[in-house]
């Protein structure tokens, strides 16, 4: 079988995954206790009004031809509005997303700019004290839960000192990233050691090599 047949193949098995999985979603929808129409309508709506907003919502249809109702608005990216917000659904989804998205650049940017030198470092300077130093605070950030380090984050950096919201997305560019710092941080700590432990074998495996050994022996500079 080629490359391509087996792709073809797994992307046939994942349909009825999939089909099964948006089976699973719609129930759970439909469970979830209270009316969506008086909801949206208040508690005072007289029942007139109700079965209205039902009939306009598809919900006195019987579930199958809610489901395809469902699946059809899925298809085209129509989540419907928000019962809470009055606004569509996808405009909220949308302005979460840019703010969960800067966090995740954010964090990698910060967890390769933690990681690198300190990786680095630690392989150069093998058994030294730079390198006890670095592996110990490691065994620290990866025991201690993020939450609390977020905390202790909070307490001494944005409460304390002031120097970063708590809170908040800013505005501006600067604004966006003194207000995602800290949470970027709290998650860059939790990633950098393992990147910091994967690099500095990494490096520690090529200072080993043997092309790294017959470079050395013809001239070239060892490392420390």
Partial sequence: MSRGQYILKRLIQTVPVLFGVTIIIFTMI??????????????RAPDAAIQRMRHHLGLDKPIYVQYGYWMRDLLKLDLGTSQRYRVPVSS???????VSL???LYTVVL??????????????KRDSLLDTLVRSVLVVTMVMPSFWIGIIFIIAFGIRLGLFP?????????????????????????????LIR?????????????????ARRRGSPSGP
Avoid: C
């Avoid at 708590?166 to 393992?194: E, N």
């Fill in 92 to 98: 909220l989804i949308w302005s979460r997303l840019k």
């Fill in 198 to 214: 994967s690099l500095r074998n990494s490096i520690l495996e090529a200072m080993r090599a043997d092309y790294t050994r017959t």
């Fill in 111 to 124: 967890t390769i700019l933690i990681a690198l030198p300190l990786g680095i470092l630690a392989a150069l």
């Fill in 102 to 104: 800067m966090v995740v």
């Fill in 166 to 194: 708590v809170s908040g997305y800013g505005t501006g560019f600067v604004g966006h990233l003194r207000s995602l710092f800290l949470p970027s941080l709290t998650l860059a700590l939790g990633l950098a050691p393992i």
């Fill in 30 to 43: 439909r469970m979830m206790p209270g009316d969506p129409a008086q909801t949206m309508l208040g508690e």
